[in-house]
């Protein structure tokens, strides 16, 4: 992974920097010593402003819930009856992320359009319908579950779960290479080495990568936090309370 390869280059040039800092001077010879003894008067040594090092910038060091730091990818979608784009941004390894959908969902001749922007900081999400002005919050029932998990091995968990297998087949869209997995009962899916997914086919809908730029967060004012949002049911609570009945 590109970010493992520069923290471990800063490290390398880090402890160098430290070992030419504490090395121990040496000691003179008996050669330079003699030297010193005939010589009337000792030269003047002058010592060596130390170089300023500049600070580094910050790294994230919060929990990482996706292995990728930050992607914005846009797909379309279309089958079963739905047609329309979304774009899905992410980063601080998932700790934040928004959801922007302009869909058209139509059945039995009836179609209805949905337009919603979709926040999600950490263990709140918070959801509205675009140009409504109101926003409604309610607590990510996943949050905890995920927090305590590694991204890597959650990502292999959840394809085991789908029974997706990795196959030979690669796939590029918008010039970013995935690796196709596929699943008799689930279909098939691409991903990025980092578990970035561009393309998927399942019971005849289908979700494709028309851009993708890995390294970019999207709109940075799209992750805003929404001020005056209404609490809305929490999923959790409402799934333990079903639980006791």
Not at 58 to 77: I, M, N
Not at 197 to 215: F, H, N, P, R, Y
């Amino acid at each position: 992974m590109k970010i493992s390869l520069i923290i471990m280059a800063s490290m390398a040039m880090t402890l160098q920097l430290c070992e030419k800092k504490t090395k121990a001077p040496e000691e003179p010879s008996e050669v330079s010593q003699v030297a010193e003894n005939d010589t009337p008067m000792p030269k003047k040594i002058t010592k060596e402003k130390p170089k300023k090092i500049k600070p580094t910038k910050a790294r994230f060091s919060g929990k990482k819930l996706h292995p990728e730091k930050q992607f914005c990818v846009t797909y379309e979608h279309k089958g079963m009856g739905m047609s329309g784009i979304s774009t899905n941004c992410l980063r601080k390894h998932g700790q934040e992320s928004y959801t922007i959908e302009n869909m058209t969902i139509g059945m039995a001749g009836i179609s209805q359009t949905q337009n919603k922007h979709t926040i999600i900081i950490k263990d709140k999400i918070y959801t509205s319908d675009i140009g409504s002005g109101s926003w409604r919050v309610t607590t990510n029932p996943m949050y905890a579950g995920l927090s305590k998990a590694d991204p890597d091995d959650l990502s292999r968990q959840m394809l085991a779960a789908l029974n997706m297998s990795k196959t030979a087949e690669t796939k590029t869209f918008d010039g970013t290479v995935c690796n196709v997995y596929s699943s008799a009962q689930m279909g098939q899916a691409c991903f990025t080495s980092n578990m970035v997914m561009l393309w998927q086919s399942i019971m005849g809908m289908e979700q494709t990568a028309t851009k993708v730029d890995i390294g970019s967060a999207g709109d940075k004012a799209k992750y805003a936090r929404p001020k005056n949002a209404n609490e809305a049911p929490n999923v959790d609570d409402i799934m333990k309370r079903l639980g006791k009945q």
